[in-house]
T-cell receptor, first 112, second 115 residues
Framework: DAKTTQPPSMDCAEGRAANLPCNHS???????VYWYRQIHSQGPQYIIH???NNETNEMASLIITEDRKSSTLILPHATLRDTAVYYC?????????????FGKGTKLSVIP | KAGVTQTPRYLIKTRGQQVTLSCSPI?????VSWYQQTPGQGLQFLFE???????NKGNFPGRFSGRQFSNSRSEMNVSTLELGDSALYLC??????????????FGAGSRLTVL
């Protein structure tokens, strides 16, 4: 799996957009970018994934650079409940793609 | 739609004992994965089962084992418990896709404390 690099921590004011970066410069053409988050002492929660194109769902947007070497997760209007550790993971698709490698992630603190 | 259910949520054991944890996946999900989370090592993959067969295994000693039943429910067992086995054990289930991304849905975890 491609290695990912994320900042250890970030702060964001409540109501503002939170932009969480992730570098994955060694990503392969068949690897997806996944984002999960973990609120303290709970199981990780899936947020979004993408391959090449930008993606948006009800939780967030994912912006992937054209060379696919980095991506940004955007929470458009952060709330206190978005305070969590956010993990960026790259993994191949298909069978055998359940062995996710979680790094240390980014601890996002949403400030009132 | 019920989520991934893990039991028990909390348990305390002593060194040398064994423990069995249970996971009921989302209905229709046939893949079940197990992860261990500790403060020092973070989230680490233990193993993954599909159709009662272990397909992938992480780098853990043989004291860690698992199985999956015909209804996709899974159990993991840790024998001869050590203090370092104290952790949050997470189960995740997923639909099987032959191509495309696979999304894992995690349970709330079983927190094991070894004294």
């Amino acid at each position: 799996d491609a290695k990912t690099t994320q900042p250890p921590s970030m702060d964001c004011a409540e109501g503002r957009a939170a932009n969480l970066p992730c570098n994955h410069s060694t990503i392969s053409g068949n690897e997806y970018v996944y984002w999960y988050r973990q609120i303290h002492s709970q199981g990780p929660q899936y947020i979004i994934h993408g391959l090449k194109n930008n993606e948006t769902n009800e939780m967030a947007s994912l912006i992937i650079t054209e060379d696919r070497k980095s991506s940004t997760l955007i929470l458009p209007h952060a709330t206190l409940r978005d305070t969590a550790v956010y993990y960026c993971i790259v993994r191949v698709a298909g069978a055998g793609s359940y062995q996710l490698t979680f790094g240390k992630g980014t601890k996002l603190s949403v400030i009132p | 739609k019920a989520g991934v259910t893990q039991t028990p949520r909390y348990l305390i054991k002593t060194r040398g004992q064994q423990v069995t944890l249970s996971c009921s996946p989302i209905s229709g999900h046939r893949s079940v994965s197990w992860y261990q989370q500790t403060p020092g090592q973070g989230l680490q993959f233990l193993f993954e089962y599909f159709s009662e067969t272990q397909r992938n295994k992480g780098n853990f000693p043989g004291r860690f084992s698992g199985r999956q039943f015909s209804n996709s429910r899974s159990e993991m067992n840790v024998s001869t418990l050590e203090l370092g086995d104290s952790a949050l054990y997470l189960c995740a289930s997923s639909l099987e896709r032959s191509s495309g991304a696979n999304v894992l849905t995690f349970g709330a975890g079983s927190r094991l404390t070894v004294l």
